[in-house]
């Protein structure tokens, strides 16, 4: 009866068009009632004690190196290494967005920002030079929901702090599931471009792939300081926030010198009002996250799954459709706060890795970045490409197949993400 009661305040709000960080209020307010447990003040005090986590305090720091980032012209130097090392082949401008995607998700852990800059950069070069528009969209938009999964990542700084989680385990255990997401999508685009007309660029010579190098050396070595630091025990993922935004704003204002005042005040103001509407959502996920603990939701889920149990591949299954099917009408982050405390004590029950679980909750809801109706990826990548999102979901079809295969093969071979998990981890 209270899970019932739950998820039916919580569904209703947000069908009836109510932000999710209301609705989970909202939904929360009603256990409080059901178990005459509502007060004031114990719901300001659970919303403040919310956010008040050490590992949320990356979540400013990587957005302010995600904001300098775009505006400081790391972008633009990842774009254009890529080109000179994989443009000349045909279909080369895909490979140059994968390879570019794999790579600015190092930088900024956005699916949303990440997209939009491919599609900026990319996409008016692929249209000129005769790529199929949908198929070119859609190929920008799966590359863009790779930066969840590798580190730096705020879904996975998320997922951490709302499943009591390693962040430094689910950052590098991200590797190499996002390498195989890049790899994946390198393939498919491999296969449907064998046949197509498209003008192929001509091959970078050696003097080009240098400066192209050199040039974007310094972008280049963020992930691996952050990656590196972290591996090593040289700082935590949170301090290495604050490291990747330091280094951001340093090589935008004193080695590439395009960061101006006025921009960094508008990064300042963007990154503030993303990191507001964030912690918010937290606080609100968090008071829910408490109540389902008070009101033994896990333990009504469990009994539910009972039979599962005993099965784990079958139990992620079924979890990992029930993710997608929230994933296609809800966003990331709303997705990995409600579900994940929900579910973590049954993962756990089953025996299954937290940070394994952890991971395949982030890959499955990036994937639902790219899946109609909401597909937020997909929205951007259209308006950015001025093309109608009927257009850009056929384009996007083989991609989104590719990755549920994809996915499949992670739940049926968990070692396909433990064992370099553990190698990377030591």
């Known amino acids: 009866m209270t899970l019932v009661l739950f998820l039916a305040v919580l569904v209703g709000s ?41 590992p949320l305090l990356a979540i400013p720091f990587f957005l302010v190196a995600g904001e300098v980032m775009s505006c400081g012209g790391l972008s633009q130097r990842i774009v254009r290494l890529a080109m000179t090392l994989v443009g000349h082949r045909r279909g080369g401008l895909g490979y140059v967005a994968v390879f570019t995607a794999v790579l600015l998700a190092g930088l900024s852990g956005s699916a949303v920002a990440d997209a939009a800059a491919l599609v900026s950069i990319l996409y008016p070069m692929m249209r000129k030079a005769g790529y199929p528009e949908g198929r070119s969209l859609g190929l920008l938009a799966s590359g863009g929901i790779i930066a969840p999964v590798i580190p730096p990542s705020l879904p996975l700084i998320l997922i951490g702090v709302a499943g009591n989680i390693s962040i430094k385990n689910l950052f590098l255990g991200g590797i190499a599931p996002g390498l195989m997401m890049g790899a994946t ?46 591996r090593f025990g040289v700082f935590t993922p949170t301090e290495a926030a604050v490291v990747a935004a330091v280094y951001a704003i340093a090589v935008s204002t004193l080695v590439y010198r395009e960061m101006t005042w006025a921009m960094f005040v508008r990064v300042l103001i ?11 959502l ?23 799954l009972g039979p599962l149990i005993e099965s784990p591949r079958l139990l992620m299954l079924v979890i ?16 990995v706060l409600i579900l994940t405390p929900l579910l973590m004590p049954v993962v756990k029950l089953a025996g299954i890795d937290p940070v394994y679980f952890g991971l395949m909750m982030v890959i499955n809801t990036s994937i639902g970045l790219i899946t109609p109706p909401v597909g937020n990826v997909l929205n951007v990548v259209c308006g950015v490409g001025r093309v109608p999102v009927s257009q850009a979901v056929r384009g996007t079809a083989p991609f989104l197949l590719a990755y549920s295969v994809l996915l499949g093969a992670f739940i049926a071979f968990p070692a396909l993400i433990i064992v370099p998990m553990r190698w990377f981890i030591g």
Do not use: H, K, Y
């Not at 989970?24 to 986590?53: E, H, P, R, T, Y």
């Not at 001509?202 to 050199?214: C, F, G, M, W, Y």
């Not at 963007?270 to 918010?280: C, H, K």
């Not at 990992?320 to 997705?335: E, F, K, N, R, S």
């Open 320 to 335: 990992m459709l029930i993710v997608l099917a929230v994933g296609m009408v809800m966003d990331l982050a709303p997705t």
């Open 185 to 230: 999508l390198m393939a498919v685009w491999w296969w449907l471009m064998r046949g197509e007309a498209v003008a192929v660029l001509p091959r970078a010579s050696a003097r080009e792939r240098l400066l192209a190098l050199r040039d974007g050396f310094w972008a280049l070595l963020l992930p691996v300081i952050i990656v590196g630091g972290i």
């Open 14 to 54: 947000i069908l009836l068009g109510l932000p999710v960080a209301f609705a989970l209020l909202l939904s929360s307010m009603a256990l409080m009632l059901q178990m005459d447990l509502f007060s004031a003040d114990i719901l300001a005090q659970s919303l403040l004690n919310g956010v008040d986590s050490f």
């Open 270 to 280: 963007n990154a503030g009002r993303s990191t507001a509407m964030v912690m918010f």
């Open 282 to 304: 937290v606080g609100c996920a968090m008071v829910a996250a408490w109540l389902i603990t008070v009101a033994q939701l896990p333990q009504q889920l469990a009994q539910l």
